[in-house]
């Protein structure tokens, strides 16, 4: 299951997507962006899995900024204005592509998702990551905790980013309330 | 539907309800009759193209007028966000909290967790005047008296003090995220919590920050996408009329 956000400016091509994808089975949620400001806000508050982007967009911000704006697992797909040659890469798609054509592409990168995704719903926070998050939690700041845990804060960077995309949820005090609710750290640890 | 001059007002609201949200902030009084979108807005003062922009955004969803958004005066979409705040801060936020107070007294589960989510929900509202005072008492003010100063002949002496040692691209810079919480918060509650004993309660709850959320999506995307590009493009005039 994914969500998605379609990132083009062309009104058609836009609506066709659109329409393709409301039929389109492991889609969750779907938005379209037009304006490439509007694109960036999207993505910060969506949050998509797969972000169809026609290549030829120029974004306001850097295609790394782009980049840290995603989740870990979130996947590009790149609309093209020309046709494609015989060996375009999987993630390229076509303003000329048929429909046919257009499903199986677009299906195929839902079904990956869609069998990593089942995985994870069974798959709980690991035994690491509630011990990270207790420590969220608690208040400590990511750099503490690496030097608490003996790790990278970069590693509690990577392990932070897998809670809140598991959990849903984005800020300290949301992750303290998680807690608290769940019995990861009691009413007392925190007053 | 397509939204024209002639649309009569009582239709539009009709085709789309959630367009009461526009004529509220834009102070339109109810009492429609048979009038049309152009007559409303001529008697109440309101640019028509301001008021179709706006509600051609609201409605399709589809283009982003940003562009079109700069081309009037900056004090329209000031006073356009000032009373969605008032909005916001008389109105939506308050009455969360109310309700999840009611909530919380109805939780008989013998937990802590809706005195929690109220104990949440108040830290937001703290973070939320906050952001909304900066706006209202710092931008806002020198918005206007940047466009205001502009037009003069001579700008006022204290202002292009202030002028030459500010810019609005500060105010973007650490433009905070608003929302955040509010996701969390209904996320939490969504997933995490299950409703106490009143149900309707509990999903009346859920729909309003829901609504608000969406509501402060679109406010953060005309501050940010129309309302600071507009005033970065101001300030650089103001400083080619005004060099030192
Ligand atoms: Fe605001
Ligand atoms: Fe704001």
């Known amino acids: ?191 | 539907m397509h939204i024209s001059p002639h649309t009569k007002m009582s239709d539009l609201v009709q085709s789309d309800f959630e367009l009461l949200a526009v004529l509220q902030r834009l102070k339109i009084p109810f009492g429609f009759k048979e009038k049309s979108i152009q007559t409303i807005c001529r008697e109440e003062g309101i640019d028509l193209n301001f008021f179709l922009n706006l509600a051609r955004w609201y409605h399709e969803r589809d283009f982003f007028p940003g562009e079109t958004l700069m081309n009037h005066p900056v004090k329209w979409l000031v006073k356009y966000l000032r009373s969605t705040h008032s909005c916001y801060i008389e109105y939506h936020i308050p009455r969360i909290e109310e309700e999840i107070i009611r909530m919380e007294s109805l939780d008989r589960s013998g937990g802590h967790n809706m005195q929690l989510m109220l104990k949440f929900f108040r830290e937001y509202i703290s973070e939320f005047t906050t952001h909304i005072q900066l706006e209202e008492e710092k931008i806002f003010p020198y918005i206007l008296s940047l466009e205001e100063n502009f037009e003069k002949e001579t700008p006022d002496p204290e202002f292009l003090k202030t002028a030459r040692g500010y810019t609005i691209k500060d105010f973007l810079d650490e433009h905070s995220d608003i929302e955040e919480k509010l996701v969390d918060l209904r996320n939490i509650l969504l997933k995490y919590l299950a409703p106490p004993s009143d149900n309707c309660l509990f999903t009346n709850v859920l729909i309003e920050i829901f609504r608000l959320g969406n509501d402060l999506n679109d406010h953060t995307i005309l501050e940010e996408n129309v309302l600071i590009p507009q005033v970065i493009k101001l300030e650089r005039d103001f400083h080619n009329k005004f060099p030192r």
């Open chain 1, 1 to 191: 299951m994914a969500k998605v956000l379609i990132a083009e400016t062309s009104y058609l091509v836009r609506k066709g997507l659109v329409s393709l994808l409301e039929q389109t089975d492991g889609v969750t949620e779907l938005k379209a962006a037009g304006h490439p400001d509007t694109i960036v806000q999207t993505l910060k508050e969506f949050s998509p899995d797969i972000i169809l982007l026609n290549s030829a967009i120029q974004m306001p911000v850097t295609h790394d900024k782009l980049l840290s704006l995603l989740h870990d697992k979130a996947r590009f797909i790149y609309i093209i204005n020309t046709p494609l040659p015989e060996d375009s890469p999987a993630n390229h798609i076509s303003v000329f592509d048929t429909k046919n054509k257009l499903t199986e592409k677009l299906s195929h990168h839902l079904r990956q998702y869609e069998s990593a995704e089942e995985k994870e719903e069974t798959e709980e926070l690991t035994p690491r990551e509630k011990l990270i998050l207790k420590h969220v939690a608690l208040g400590y700041t990511n750099k503490e905790i690496a030097t608490k845990l003996f790790i990278s804060t970069h590693t509690v960077i990577s392990h932070r980013k897998n809670i809140t995309r598991k959990l849903d949820i984005k800020t300290v005090s949301g992750l303290t309330v998680y807690s608290l609710i769940n019995g990861i750290i009691k009413m007392e640890d925190i007053q």
